[in-house]
């Protein structure tokens, strides 16, 4: 029958936002083909005013339109009601466990927290770039924004307007988002600052803080990455603490200029996250010496400075390599500012290549062994977008 075929094709169309198709989320109704080779495709999105209803809807008539006998299409979309998406929240919640769960010890995703003694080494466009570059290589990738300091993701990912604000995630119920970005689910905690608070540095402190990171982890539906990279705040806070608490299973890796003095508060930054249990993958050394086109070299940061935290990271039991070292780059940082990052934009220049081959050593280290905490739910952060 003609009408099943319009049905498979349909059904195989996938949400951009949730990314499953979208028969797997029970969003395809009654499908008809008259007799003029008409097919008429009744569709139901999660919520009132979805933003990505119009490439839905545009999907579902192309593909509708792709089956042999179908000459025309007429696309009927409707909303679910709040059975239904409280249906289907539960079901997309049950693939990835009990929420609560989600980067648990039973969680298959790695979670990967990208650290710093100091800011303005790089930390941020180091992970947008590694979050690229490790979906590039056929990964689901997630990329979480913590640094309250200064919400740097967003913007290296493409994710703000011309006005420098930020995506409203969308929310099915308590349920929020993640924008998708070059293939990367991206969110920011700086999503959630009430509107035009943007730009400012966060003031929360201690328990306020630690219980927005706890729900901003739960309530984001990441839905089944293989790996999810967080961007922390330089040194060692309240929120390296709160994440070391949460997440104590997560790998870290410690970002650090060639500068010997930048070495100890580097060092510092990696001693915390082994103090609550995480495991330190490595040290990436970033800005380091830039080959110029004359042959000499542009060795702004001196060198030494990621073998040096490396060294002093490592013990006995636990040797910490340095994972990579990546060379200052005019095209790196030139990327970042326009929001593609360097490895997609850019693939060629030296830090490109540096970064893919340091994506690829850490998609080639074996996961180390999960921890037992589970992150608990408390709520949900304040400021989404509630479209239901
Ligand atoms: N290898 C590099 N070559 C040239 N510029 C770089 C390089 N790495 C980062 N930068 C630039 O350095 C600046 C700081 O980078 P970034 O914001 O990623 O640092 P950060 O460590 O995350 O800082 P913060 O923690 O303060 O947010 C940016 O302008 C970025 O483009």
Do not use: Y
Request: charged share 20%; proline share 6%.
């Amino acid at each position: 029958m003609i009408a099943d075929e319009v049905r498979a094709a349909v059904g195989a169309v996938v949400d951009p936002e949730l990314r499953r198709p979208i028969d797997d989320m029970d969003m395809v109704r009654e499908i008809t083909v008259d007799d003029a080779g008409t097919a008429h495709v009744s569709i139901v999105l999660t919520v009132v005013g979805c933003p990505m209803a119009q490439k839905i809807e545009r999907d579902v008539g192309t593909a509708a339109a792709s089956v042999a006998g179908v000459n025309a299409v007429e696309v009927t979309v409707g909303t679910m009601d709040p059975v239904e998406r409280a249906a289907l929240v539960e079901r997309l919640r049950g693939a990835r466990g009990q929420r609560g769960e989600r980067f648990g010890k039973r969680s298959r995703t790695r979670v990967i927290a990208v650290t710093s003694g100091k800011g303005g080494v790089g930390k941020s466009t180091l992970t947008a770039n590694l979050a690229v570059a490790l979906a590039a290589r056929g990964r689901k990738v997630g990329l979480a924004d913590l640094d309250v300091h200064g919400f740097s993701i967003p913007g290296l990912m493409g994710l703000v307007d011309a006005t420098g604000a930020m995506p409203n995630p969308t929310k099915i119920d308590d349920m929020i988002l993640p924008p998708v970005a070059h293939d990367v689910k991206t969110i920011s905690i700086g999503m959630f600052l009430r509107g035009g608070s943007e730009g400012q540095a966060v003031a929360w402190r201690g328990p306020l803080l630690h219980r927005t990171v706890q729900q901003f982890l739960n309530d984001v539906h990441f839905d089944d990455i293989d790996v999810l990279l967080l961007d922390m705040p330089p040194g060692t806070g309240d929120i390296a603490i709160t994440v070391g608490q949460l997440l104590p299973q997560a790998d870290v890796v410690v970002v650090t200029t060639p500068q010997p003095a930048a070495a100890d508060v580097a060092v510092r930054s990696g001693l915390v996250a082994r103090q609550t249990g995480q495991h330190v993958l490595g040290v990436i050394e970033n800005m380091a010496a830039m080959p110029l086109p004359d042959g000499t070299v542009l060795d702004l940061f001196g060198s030494g400075g990621g073998q040096a935290v490396a060294d002093a990271l490592s013990t006995d039991d636990e040797h910490v390599p340095v994972l990579g070292s990546i060379p200052l780059s005019p095209v790196l940082r030139q990327d970042g500012d326009a929001g593609t990052p360097a490895v997609l934009a850019d693939p060629e220049d030296a830090a490109s290549r540096a970064l893919a081959s340091l994506a690829q050593r850490i998609d080639e280290l074996a996961p180390r062994r999960r921890g037992a905490q589970n992150i608990g739910h408390t709520g949900e952060p304040a400021g989404a977008t509630t479209r239901a």
